[in-house]
């Protein structure tokens, strides 16, 4: 039941509502969170990164959420939660296939390894189940749930306070006062007509659309002699986010521990109308493009329907802001949705979270400080956006692509190794967002004025960008060991700080 009034109304009980309604809770907030579904449901976004992990982490240490170290790591959630869905994620692989479609000219794999073990390893979430659990956390902790709820309307009122009309599916009405509301609705952006916030384009941006769903037998890459992988990779190589990338798109396979697949593509509209990728019979046509990748679906079994997005990228102008004095915020993703190449959409939300739940609880949410969370998320949102494009725009040539993704690894070790290490300040927002040096060098490469290599260097602490590697790059401590001095330490003060901690323990 949603009591008349509350501190603050969250739409949306995706993970990102779910979470952030705990984090409030726990605090003692009086929380009321709506969804217009039902759990368990189907959503997209599977596969997480470091820095999501630790964010869970820390939202478990900082907020006293114990139960979110179980998500962190494959390890904990295994052994703590094995009835939710989950697939073990070693790292990021991709292969790289020619406009010719031919078999033969398939490149890589390039496969960096995002942990050294697999008791510490990043995971792929079967979102049914994750969100599920952590909505009954919510209830659990005190949040007040109504689901196959719509919100009707959203009216300030002369308190500076929003009165919230909602109706169940039951054909029940409800009124809620609330000092505070938040979208959490994800790509639907449940409040954006409410708060007058509209739609804008990326800058410089693929038109992209996408098309996804879930399978069975799907042949692992490793045993496929078109695919492949040498017997210097750091992982079993379909143990990770597995990626096919290819003129105009690219495709992730994220496979679970019971085998099932996720899969799914990102393409530009140009390749996607060549195909008539939307249409019947679209996945095996673009498929047929690629001998390789037909291949390893020769036997699959789709056991969902399928999803679309058209188009892919969406972004509003607004993040948050008052109306009449009465102050709502979007969390990242119901803001914008760039594409999930690099997974970076969990972090999104999470940084989004990380931001926006001290201004609740301290209720310092005047215009001037949601100003400022605006601004951090549209600096992330600019920063993955731009990143993005430019691997769209390397897609054809895969050599170009790898000196590409180096940015995303450089960026998400060093945020990684400074949040463990307590420098949290040194790596500012997703893709260091708010690093202008980071960027500027990023320019520099795209503008043929250095490369990768030069570029990283000053935040390349995991032995990036090195040829001697072959695209095979490991997680090693050695090489963080090696590069203490970017972060402020000596070798001895950096080989004392691993040596002590939980997190450089991984089998
Ligand atoms: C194809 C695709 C692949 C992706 N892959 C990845 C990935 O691998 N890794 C990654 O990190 N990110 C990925 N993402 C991004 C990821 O899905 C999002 O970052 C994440 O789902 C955001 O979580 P959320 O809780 O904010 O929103 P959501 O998960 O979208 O949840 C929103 C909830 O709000 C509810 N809702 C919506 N409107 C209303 C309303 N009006 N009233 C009430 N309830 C409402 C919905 O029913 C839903 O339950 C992917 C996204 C897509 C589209």
């Not at 639907?188 to 916030?197: F, W």
């Not at 496979?255 to 109308?273: C, I, P, Q, Y």
């Not at 760039?338 to 931001?355: A, K, Q, V, W």
């Not at 320019?443 to 990768?452: H, V, Y």
Request: glycine share 8%; aromatic share 10%; net charge negative.
């Amino acid at each position: 039941m949603i009591p008349a009034q509350v501190d603050v109304l969250i739409v949306g009980a995706g993970f990102g509502g779910s979470l952030l309604a705990q984090i409030l809770a726990k605090s003692g907030m009086q929380v009321a969170l709506v969804e217009r579904g039902q759990h368990p449901r189907f959503a997209m976004g599977e596969s997480t990164s470091p820095l999501t992990n630790l964010l869970l982490e820390q939202f478990a240490q900082d907020y006293d959420l114990p139960h979110l170290n179980h998500l962190a790591t494959w390890g904990a959630w295994k052994a703590n939660i094995p009835d939710v869905g989950v697939g073990l994620k070693r790292g990021f692989t991709y292969y790289g296939h020619p406009a010719d479609g031919s078999a033969t000219g398939v490149r890589g794999p390039l496969a960096v390894a995002a942990s050294p073990g697999n008791s510490c390893a990043d995971t792929h979430w079967l979102r049914s189940d994750v969100d599920t659990w952590l909505c009954d956390k919510a209830i659990d902790m005190g949040v007040h749930y109504s689901d196959r709820t719509s919100v009707t309307s959203v009216t300030p009122d002369t308190d500076e306070r929003w009165q919230v009309a909602l109706e169940r599916i039951d054909g029940e009405c409800i009124t809620v006062d609330a000092g505070f509301i938040v979208d959490a609705g994800g790509r639907t952006a449940a409040l954006a007509d409410h708060v007058g916030a509209k739609s804008i384009p990326f800058a410089d941006y693929p038109d992209t659309v996408a098309l996804y769903s879930h399978f069975d037998d799907v042949a692992l890459a490793e045993e496929l002699p078109q695919l492949g992988a040498p017997e210097t990779a750091p992982y079993p190589i379909d143990w990770s986010a597995l990626h096919h990338v290819f003129p105009g798109g690219w495709m992730w396979m994220l496979r679970f521990d019971d085998n099932r697949v996720s899969a799914g593509v990102s393409v530009e509209r140009w390749l996607a109308m060549e195909v008539n990728l939307l249409e019947d019979g679209g996945w095996e046509r673009l498929l047929a493009r690629m001998p390789a990748v037909e291949k390893q679906f020769a036997n699959a079994k789709r056991v969902l329907p399928w999803m679309k997005a058209d188009p892919l990228p969406v972004r509003l102008d607004r993040v948050a802001g008052t109306l009449d004095g009465a102050a709502w915020a979007f969390l990242p993703s119901a803001t914008a949705f760039i594409d999930p190449l690099y997974s970076t959409g969990f972090s999104l939300t999470l940084l989004g979270i990380e931001r926006l739940a001290p201004l609740l609880l301290s209720g310092k949410t005047s215009p001037s400080d949601l100003a400022s969370y605006e601004a951090a998320v549209q600096r992330d949102i600019a920063c993955v956006a731009r990143f993005i494009s430019a691997n769209f725009a390397a897609f054809p040539d895969f050599e170009r692509f790898t000196d590409v993704s180096m940015f995303y690894f450089a960026a998400a070790s060093w945020s990684e190794i400074c949040r463990r290490i307590g420098k949290r300040e040194r790596a500012p927002g997703m893709l260091l967002s708010g690093d202008s040096a980071f960027w500027q060098g990023f320019a520099d490469f795209l503008d043929g004025k250095c490369t990768a290599a030069e570029a990283i260097a000053p935040w390349n602490i995991a032995g990036l960008a090195d040829a001697q590697k072959a695209g095979m790059y490991p997680a090693n401590l050695s090489d963080v060991i090696n590069a203490a001095d970017k972060l402020g330490l000596t070798q001895d003060q950096m080989q004392d700080i691993i040596e002590k901690a939980d997190w450089a323990r991984c089998d």
